[in-house]
């Protein structure tokens, strides 16, 4: 079956930086996503990655490694806004998203 | 702005009432997605359609139909709602389906809750 895996909940202080990793066992890939959902509200796309590498968009980068099967979304200089769920997604071979069930980061003071 | 609307936000039913919701898009966008979320879990797609072209998942239960009238509007009928599908019901676009990033834009949901 196809599987993505991400850590249930982090947490990290404001001004820090924190790392969420995602691992996936899909059919196939086209791609890989990360979003960012905040409470009650519709997620909004943060980054893609297709070949590895290390994809930066100020205080987010992401990174891939297709040959690990592994992602993961460094968060820097961290806000109390950036407390909210990070879904990891994958398009497979058949172009399907196969969605993470996201990791919830709480931001302390 | 460009944007991706549902309504309502938030929807409150009884027991087997049959619901409607509505997402409508001003992106010019050929595919439409409909994702059902629950608390702490990965949104579950229900049906996309790519244009006019309409594509059931597997395991959609029989009571979520929809229907896209034309490229702008597409509708979630739950024929007979039950607990289980108290969620979030997320309608999502994207330009093609079939290659490039395809990034989906969200709408802001609407919030379901079944009595």
């Known amino acids: 079956g196809q599987n993505i895996d991400q850590p249930t909940e982090m947490t990290a202080t404001e001004g820090a930086i924190v790392q969420i990793n995602c691992t996936y066992q899909?059919?196939?890939?086209?791609?890989l996503f990360w979003y960012q959902q905040h409470a009650g509200e519709a997620p909004t796309f943060l980054s893609y990655?297709?070949l590895d590498g290390l994809e930066e968009k100020g205080r987010f980068s992401s990174f891939l490694s297709r040959s690990k099967g592994y992602s993961y979304l460094l968060l820097k200089e961290l806000q109390m806004k950036d407390s909210a769920s990070y879904l990891c997604?994958?398009?497979?071979?058949?172009?399907?998203?196969?969605w993470g069930a996201g990791t919830k980061l709480i931001i302390k003071p | 702005d460009a944007m991706v609307i549902q309504n309502p936000r938030y929807q409150v039913t009884q027991f087997g009432k049959p619901v409607t919701l509505s997402c409508s898009q001003t992106?010019?966008?050929?595919?439409m997605y409909w994702y059902q979320q629950k608390s702490s879990q990965a949104p579950k797609l229900l049906f996309h359609?790519?244009?006019?072209?309409?594509?059931n998942e597997a395991d959609t239960p029989d009571n979520f139909q929809s229907r896209r009238p034309n490229t702008s509007f597409c509708f979630l009928d739950i024929r007979s709602p039950g607990l289980g599908d108290a969620a979030m019901y997320l309608c999502?676009?994207?330009?093609?389906?079939?290659?490039?990033?395809?990034?989906?834009?969200f709408g802001a949901g609407s919030r379901l809750t079944v009595l």
């Open positions: 899909t059919s196939g890939f086209n791609g």
């Open positions: 359609y790519y244009d006019k072209d309409f594509n």
């Open positions: 997604a994958v398009r497979d071979s058949n172009y399907q998203l196969i």
């Open positions: 990655n297709v």
């Open positions: 992106l010019n966008h050929n595919v």
């Open positions: 999502a676009t994207s330009s093609t389906g079939y290659s490039g990033a395809n990034v989906l834009t």
